[in-house]
């Protein structure tokens, strides 16, 4: 692997979408984060914890050898789009098993390197325009490797936009910009329903004529300490309820893992803990005063993002 960063570069959340022609506006994708690199007639696919996801979307990496180019190195988002023309997360955890035939999409927002050179130096607007053009010189009709278009100014027109045609929210970036990774000013998310990563700690028996789980007990981190958030128990579909119980049968726990322990006294024989490993993706109205989430939904579960790693996004 020779990518020229050290780990993407992140958005910081924001509650409001900047003003002003010094932003572009991108849509938000739901779905993983990837970088391709792309060396002669050899592609890999990163996370973004860098592991290796080139057998996870083999239509992408192959995509991405039919771009004019030797020596690549692309971020972007791989999606699965809908029949209505949004992305899905559930759709593409299905496409990637394989229990669906959703079309995964790889929409490229930022060109690293090129055969040029090292690119990350340069403003974003630079960065874009070859990386446009790149796009625009693949072969004609395939739909795997789309470029991500972008409006300049107007960032709260373009958020109220997003949001009424159903999208998670935008992504604004100062186009005048270096690529620097992690976590920054120059790159802002605003989402237009609260979404984010949780880690799985528990869950309880299902009622009634529901099978695997009732709900899963999420949390987040803060410091060293595992802080419990409330229960999601809605959004699963039937592929998914039995996915997660899978995956939380095999780090069962005799304790609960959070710190305090919820106020409820959860010691009925229908509560189950386990070892604090896991991440489901949520999303959810809005976070109440005392830390819990309010209507929360699953989304799916994050194998590319770690537990130790997720804490409460707070809009800037």
Not at 154 to 170: K, M, Q, S
Request: charged share 25%.
């Amino acid at each position: 692997m020779t990518l020229p960063i050290r780990e993407p570069q992140l958005a910081t959340l924001v509650a409001t979408a900047p003003e002003g022609a010094d932003w572009f506006h991108e849509q938000k994708f739901d779905g993983y984060r990837i970088l391709a690199e792309r060396s002669g007639h050899h592609v890999h696919l990163f996370t973004r914890r860098l592991n290796d996801w080139t057998a996870s979307f083999p239509s992408v990496a192959a995509a991405v050898l039919r771009l004019p180019a030797k020596r690549l190195v692309l971020d972007g988002e791989v999606a699965a789009v809908t029949a209505d023309g949004r992305t899905s997360f559930q759709a593409l955890q299905g496409a990637a098993s394989g229990a669906n035939t959703a079309r995964l999409t790889y929409f490229v927002f930022d060109l690293l390197e090129s055969d040029a050179g090292v690119l990350t130096s340069l403003p974003l607007v630079d960065r874009k325009a070859r990386l446009r053009e790149l796009v625009e010189g693949a072969p004609p009709g395939d739909p795997t490797i789309v470029f991500s278009e972008h409006v300049i100014g107007r960032g709260g027109e373009f958020f109220r936009a997003a949001c009424t045609a159903g999208l998670e929210g935008i992504v604004s970036k100062r186009p005048d910009q270096p690529y620097t990774s992690g976590r920054g000013s120059s790159w802002l998310k605003t989402k237009c329903i609260l979404r984010q990563e949780l880690v799985i700690g528990g869950w309880t028996e299902p009622d009634g004529k529901r099978a695997h789980i009732g709900a899963l007990l999420v949390g987040y981190y803060d410091g060293d300490h595992l802080r419990y958030a409330g229960k999601v128990g809605t959004g699963f579909t039937t592929a998914s309820l039995a996915a997660v119980r899978s995956a939380i049968d095999r780090v069962t726990a005799t304790h609960s893992p959070f710190e305090p322990p919820p106020k409820r006294a959860w010691t009925g024989a229908g509560v189950h803990w386990v070892e604090p490993t896991l991440v489901a993706e949520v999303a959810f109205t809005e976070w109440t005063a005392d830390g819990r989430l309010r209507h929360p939904s699953f989304k799916g579960l994050r194998t590319d993002k770690r537990a130790r790693d997720v804490v409460r996004e707070k809009p800037r």
